[in-house]
């Protein structure tokens, strides 16, 4: 952890009576950081993916004649939707259904994080909901939330000691997921508990030229802002 108290959370929602509990998202498609020449053109090469994440189909909003009704979609388009009730009922159908994947090896957790549903996010957790569970490319809940900016459940999701620095195969951790989205406050909280600066991109790139590379100027301040705090304390210890 970092030197900085990690955010805390308000406590979560009792624990209802649900039975057994205990990201197109996942098929990243690669997209260059910037679109003009400078400096997106220097950045062409850079392998850190823009997800998709959830294509409306995915997510149980697929256009049709006839809409589908919330018993036809599936527990991970409910946890995407912020469907609780729904999502409830299917997941006392059977034994561990929290932490069902799906063919991606996206768990209900993963989607409801990956679209900003803090409260789907709150009852999976305590339904049991795994906030280690990773992807088949490695994403998690983290990296997903930390894409979308979702702060909330960025330090929700650290209360409960995730890896803030995993690396996922589509070259990205979350602190350079939040940093490529501009998402000043969640870098913050990811710093605040201690991700890894040095931590790098397959291009080399690490937060910090990737917050200058792409203009973000506030991301910047605070990386600098957070470096000198690191220096200064370290002094203080001398």
Known sequence: MGDAACPQQDGDPALPEAGDGGAGT??????????????????????LKHSNTLTNRQRGNEVSALPATLDTLSIHQLAAQGELIQLKEHLRK????????????????????????????????EWGADPH??????????????????????????????????????????????????HVKCVEALLACGADLTEEADSGYTPMDLAVALGHKKVQQVIENHILKLFRNKKKKK
């Open 26 to 47: 996942p098929r990243n498609s690669s997209v260059a950081p910037g679109d003009s020449q400078s400096p997106g053109e220097a950045l062409d090469g850079f392998p």
């Open 94 to 125: 059977g034994e561990n259904l929290v932490n069902k994947p799906d063919e991606r090896g996206f768990t209900p957790l993963i989607w409801a994080a990956a679209f900003g549903e803090i409260e789907t996010v709150r009852h999976l957790l």
């Open 133 to 182: 569970a990773l992807a088949k490319e490695r994403e998690s809940a983290l990296a997903l939330a930390s894409m979308g900016g979702y702060t909330d459940i960025v330090t929700l999701l650290l209360d409960r000691d995730v890896d803030i620095n995993t690396y996922d195969w589509n070259g990205g951790t979350p602190l350079l997921y939040a940093v490529r989205g501009n």
